[in-house]
């Protein structure tokens, strides 16, 4: 069974002081529906508007994260994402009364906390899921390398390198719900003492302290409290990844091998995975407005319906439909079709197998008008009660005739017979499996 899409099941919220900008705000983690996505809300502007967390709407990505959409940001995203992607939530909308969230103590543990304070709720809708089948490789001139393989699970595998090579650490863990809270959430921000001017001098870490983030000088780390882990910069490498790659908006079946990466190449790689994923759904047919009472669909519209092609589409048009339930089309029969060199040379006939068939594309371009269906492929499951009562020759015309008798789910249970200058030649009930392509 495909995973269930969650939402925060009650609202939750928690107070502070944003890291770059130095503000008081509040923080509310509200509930969304199926397939809303992660949103941030500005409820400290006159309309509240919202800003889509995706990677389409990133306009900066120095020490932090930023989105924006319509002039409105939000700066310093990461850290929220990461623990709503991290403990499986799909749905929510982020309430803030400033333009960035708290920072706390560095780490997503607060959050993660307040998730937890808030529960979850399963929802109806199965989870997105993108599945990586081919590698996705990304270097920057910084020396940062991003890779992402497949893999059946989010696995994330990183190493940190810091300046002249300090702090070099790896770590490397597999994402779910128990290992994020465990192993990654507590992990807190950090920076290098030599940074720390340059920094201020840009506007940031306004409000950064020593129990918000720890500082690196030299050898020795200064902190308000004792490291969490003894390799405790890599894992909050890993954490800014799992939030920044949650920007894909999908969650995402692969193992990222990442070496000093960063909230650029993150970003980067998020924005590849997009790219990926709309070439794969390019593929996919649009969905279709397949008229319901009396209408006629040419060659050209059922191609852009059924996926058979030469030598196998056996419909040539539709001529009507009756309500929701039946539908009627033709083939022109003529001595051009492939099957007749074998079937029978000097005696040709249309195989009763392929009428069956012209029977089934008739009947699914009925399923295929529900709006949960467009876009699927229709599977033969059964035919029951075939008869085949007259042979038909080149330069017949085939009326095909079809009616849904029951759906239930993605099966469909149809009845279909054909046609010739009257005379019933053939009839059968139709069994179909509705697939995605």
């Not at 959409?69 to 909308?93: K, P, R």
């Not at 201020?200 to 969490?228: F, M, N, Q, W, Y």
Request: charged share 25%.
């Amino acid at each position: 069974m495909p995973e269930r899409q969650h939402t925060l099941a009650k609202t939750a919220s928690l107070e502070g002081t944003s890291l770059h900008t130095g503000e008081k705000v509040t923080l509310t983690l509200q509930p969304a529906p199926e397939n809303h996505g992660i949103k941030f809300r500005r409820i400290d502007l006159e309309d509240k508007p919202f800003i889509t967390a995706s990677v389409d709407r990133v306009q900066k990505v120095e020490r932090s994260t930023t989105i924006a959409e319509g002039g409105v940001n939000v700066h310093t995203v990461e850290h929220v994402l990461s623990a709503l992607t991290g403990m499986g939530v799909d749905n929510a909308i982020i309430e803030m009364d400033a333009n960035e969230p708290p920072i706390a103590d560095g780490s997503s543990l607060p959050f993660v906390e307040l998730i937890k304070k808030a529960g979850l709720q399963e929802q109806s809708e199965s989870r997105r899921v993108f599945e990586v089948r081919e590698p996705l490789h990304l270097e920057s001139r910084d020396g940062s390398l991003l890779t992402i393989v497949p893999d059946k699970k989010f696995r994330i595998s990183c190493t940190h390198v810091g300046p002249q090579g300090r702090t070099t650490q790896f770590f490397s863990t597999e994402i779910n719900p128990a290992t994020y809270e465990k192993e990654i959430a507590p992990s807190r921000t950090f920076v290098f003492y030599e940074d720390i001017a340059p920094l201020l001098e840009k506007g940031l870490i306004k409000g950064g302290t020593l129990e918000s983030a720890i500082v690196i000088r030299g050898d020795t780390t200064l902190s308000k409290h004792p490291l969490r882990f003894p390799d405790e910069f890599v894992r909050h490498k890993i954490l800014d990844i799992v939030g920044d790659l949650s920007l894909f908006g999908r969650r995402i079946m692969g193992h990222v091998i990442a070496v000093r990466p960063g909230h650029g190449p993150n970003t980067e790689l998020a924005r590849e995975l997009l790219k990926t994923y709309n070439e794969m759904r390019a593929m996919v047919p649009p969905a279709i407005n397949i008229p319901s009472g009396e209408a006629v669909l040419d060659i050209n519209e059922v191609m852009s319906i059924l996926p058979h092609r030469y030598p196998f589409l056996l419909v040539d048009r539709i001529i009507g439909f009756d309500g929701e339930t039946k539908c009627t089309g033709v083939k022109n029969v003529t001595i051009n079709e492939p099957f007749f060199q074998g079937h029978f040379p000097g005696h040709p006939i249309m195989p009763g197998v392929l009428q069956l068939e012209a029977m089934a594309q008739v009947a699914s371009i009925l399923l295929l008008r529900a709006p949960e269906n467009q876009g699927k492929i229709g599977y033969f499951l059964s035919a029951d009660k075939v008869k085949w009562r007259k042979p038909v020759l080149p330069g017949d015309t085939l009326i095909i005739e079809t009616e849904i008798l029951k759906i239930k789910r993605n099966i469909g249970q149809a009845r279909g017979r054909c046609i010739v200058n009257g005379t019933v030649v053939s009839e059968a009930d139709l069994m179909f499996s509705l697939v995605d392509r």
